[in-house]
């Protein structure tokens, strides 16, 4: 079994930055890619960026390129999310997700943007 365990959100400005954060563990497991999702109320979640463990390669979707990026700590099991230029239509719960032989979801931490 794995635990995410994430945190980092909270209510901002539009125009100002968060970074959340989302630490993964467990007994023994492997990654094949770290990812952020998102929902907003009345939405289906979507995905906001990835990364494929093995690589360090980071994928966003395109409403957010340009303003988020995401890393990874893998010595510490561990992904970051920095949201810069933040926008109203960014509020959401903010959910990590593990891609491995199993999948993984963290409890969700929430993002408000106030304009």
């Known amino acids: 079994q794995v635990s995410l365990v994430e945190s980092g959100g909270g209510l901002v400005q539009a125009g100002g930055s968060l970074r ?6 467990g007994r023994s497991f ?5 990812n952020w999702f998102r929902e907003a109320p009345g939405k289906e979640r979507e995905f906001v960026a990835g990364i494929r463990w093995s690589s360090g390669s980071p994928d966003y979707a395109d409403s ?8 990874r700590d893998s010595a510490k099991n561990t992904v970051y ?10 509020t959401a719960v903010y959910y990590c997700n593990m891609n491995g032989p199993s999948a993984f979801w963290g409890q ?5 943007v106030s304009s």
Do not use: H, W
Not at 20 to 25: F, I, K, N
Not at 64 to 71: N, Q
Not at 81 to 90: A, I, R
Not at 108 to 112: E, I, S
């Open 20 to 25: 959340l954060s989302c630490a993964a563990s």
């Open 30 to 34: 492997t990654i094949y890619f770290m």
């Open 64 to 71: 957010v390129k340009g303003r988020f990026t995401m890393s």
């Open 81 to 90: 999310l920095q949201m810069n230029s933040l926008k109203p239509e960014d």
């Open 108 to 112: 969700g931490t929430q993002v408000t």
